[in-house]
Nanobody
Framework: QVQLVESGGGLVQPGGSLRPSCAAP????????LGWYRQAPGKQRDFIAL???????NYAGSVKGRFTISRDNAKNTVYLQMNSLKSEDTAVYYC?????????WGQGTQVTVSS
């Protein structure tokens, strides 16, 4: 059973920042594209950001310029730096590892943006 372990969610005021992280097993971290998705109550799970094993990144339009995905190869960890947070960013954020037809998910971390 592959485990992706997220942490770093929480409650933040509008305009604030958070940096959730996701730790992955070494073989997954090296060989898989790693990404973040989010799911708000009553809505579908949406793509947020992706970083490939080679370091290329891709973002959803709704977060481009505010969120940055990065990876620390020494710690087998991927981060999502979230700045200028808005109430509509409130959701459960999920880490994802994907390679060809194989996908793994983390358990999710709650991010709430509220004053």
């Amino acid at each position: 059973q592959v485990q992706l372990v997220e942490s770093g969610g929480g409650l933040v005021q509008p305009g604030g920042s958070l940096r959730p992280s996701c730790a992955a097993p070494g073989a997954i971290f090296v060989n898989y594209a790693l990404g973040w998705y989010r799911q708000a109550p009553g809505k579908q799970r949406d793509f947020i950001a992706l970083i490939t094993s080679g370091g290329s990144t891709n973002y959803a339009g709704s977060v481009k310029g505010r969120f940055t995905i990065s990876r620390d190869n020494a710690k087998n960890t991927v981060y999502l730096q979230m700045n200028s947070l808005k109430s509509e960013d409130t959701a459960v954020y999920y880490c994802n590892a994907n390679r060809r037809a194989v996908t793994y998910w983390g358990q999710g971390t709650q991010v709430t943006v509220s004053s």
